[in-house]
């Protein structure tokens, strides 16, 4: 079987990975930044080098691929800090809803493995009609749970019930979504918090300086294409002297 194992066969899966691939990415505006879970009670962020990808004004952000299990935040920059117990309020409302996504972490890691490492194995031995029909055989009880799991827990998440029905319909129709449950379920709700001071605040030692002086390089791109001395300029350079206090 091995040797009549052709490319073509595999198009299933490159089709499932594309389809995995675009669900993870999101549209950010440029004032915005993707947080990415990096550990227990850490943050970092994603794609904030010199040329980011943009696509109709706005920037395009992956969460980690090989991640399915770490969620993402999307949190606006450039805004007023919070006081002391305004963000540790905000802190423990982020350590409450990631504390509460073992199961969900368990299932998108599951739909990733079956999709991108069993399905392909299979094919290769026992052909591509036999991978998919066992494959399925094992995801789908997945989907399931992950379904059950959402209307089980939909008020303790913050979900309404049309998003609720979404996302079941969304990983039901497309098993491929199933790997980014965890980000669905995390990206929903923006981050109350300025990026930078969760980042100044969660960010891993070794990451902390090299991620603020990126995101500073970015405030000095927004006062620079900020002609005139608007408050908002004004604003800018004061967040942008906070950065650096930092870093």
């Known amino acids: 079987m091995l040797d009549q194992t052709r490319e073509s066969d ?85 350590e409450q809803a990631r504390s509460s996504l073992l199961i969900p972490r368990i299932l998108a890691g599951c739909g990733f493995v079956l999709l991108f490492g069993l399905g392909p194995i299979l094919t290769l031995f026992l052909g591509p009609n036999a991978a998919v029909a066992f494959t399925a055989l094992l995801l789908y009880p997945s989907v399931a749970a992950a379904i059950a799991w959402v209307w089980w827990n939909r008020r303790r998440i913050a979900l309404t019930v049309p998003h609720a029905a979404w996302l079941s319909v969304e990983i039901l129709v497309c098993p491929a979504f199933l790997p980014n449950l965890v980000r669905k379920l995390t990206a929903r709700h923006p981050v109350a918090a300025d990026g930078a001071q969760l980042l100044a605040a969660t960010a891993p030692e070794d990451e902390k300086a ?31 002297d906070r950065i650096r206090d930092i870093h």
């Open 10 to 94: 595999y198009t299933i899966w490159l089709i499932a990975l594309l389809l995995y691939v675009f669900d993870a990415g999101r549209l950010l505006t440029p004032r915005e930044m993707l947080l990415v879970e990096a550990g227990r009670g850490r943050l970092t962020a994603a794609a904030l080098g010199e040329n980011p990808l943009t696509l109709f004004g706005r920037v395009l952000v992956f969460a980690p691929l090989l991640r399915p299990d770490r969620g993402v935040f999307p949190a606006a920059w450039g805004r007023a800090w919070l006081d002391p117990a305004g963000f540790e309020r905000v802190l423990r409302a982020l």
């Open 210 to 240: 090299e991620t603020l002086a990126r995101l500073a390089a970015r405030a000095e791109e927004a006062i620079e294409a900020d002609s005139g001395e608007s408050a908002e300029r004004t604003a800018l350079r004061e967040y942008l």
